[in-house]
């Protein structure tokens, strides 16, 4: 056993008395005065942050500058991920339902990097080009000779 266990007794036996026993700092300081209280700040009146003007993102006369803007992001990150990115072709175009579509063409053996895992690149390029066309649009992702077969199907 140290001292230390023996003056604090964690041991059960002590080997000093508590008789013995030397004041720690706290017992030998005199009691504090109680410290006089300070007036209240006056109160101030909380500033409000300052706010910019926001910028409309597209001009009110242009629906399409968000679909465009949307098409133009999702060629660049299309040919970020593949390897072959002459291949890769982006179209804007509305449905039959009157709804914006943006069609992706790529290289068939990049189709696999497009996609992703589980379709998780796919869907994450579908969430970025959704909030940049700021509105509803839809993403659909082809090969060129899927692309092929919907253009003769078109013309039969």
Do not use: C, N, Y
């Not at 007794?9 to 000093?16: I, K, M, P, S």
């Not at 700092?25 to 504090?32: I, K």
């Not at 072709?89 to 579509?101: C, K, M, T, Y």
């Not at 969430?127 to 839809?138: D, L, M, Y």
Request: proline fraction near 10%.
């Amino acid at each position: 056993m140290s001292a230390f266990d023996d003056e604090f007794g964690l041991f059960g036996e002590t080997a000093v008395d508590d008789v013995e026993r030397q004041p720690t700092r706290r017992e030998e300081a005199p009691p504090r005065e109680p410290v006089p209280a300070r007036e209240p700040a006056p109160a101030r009146a909380p500033r409000a942050p300052e706010r910019r003007p926001r910028k409309p993102s597209t001009a009110p006369g242009d629906p399409w500058a968000g679909h465009r803007r949307a098409t133009e992001l999702l060629a660049f990150l299309a040919r970020k991920l593949v390897q072959k990115p002459d291949s890769v072709s982006v179209e804007l175009f509305i449905d039959e339902h009157a709804q914006p579509v943006i069609e992706l063409i790529v290289d068939p053996e990049d189709l696999g990097k497009v996609i992703g895992r589980s379709g998780r690149v796919a869907q994450a390029l579908r969430t970025v080009v959704r909030a940049t066309a700021e509105g509803r649009v839809a993403v659909d992702i082809l090969d060129t000779t899927e692309a092929a077969e919907g253009l003769e199907d078109e013309s039969e």
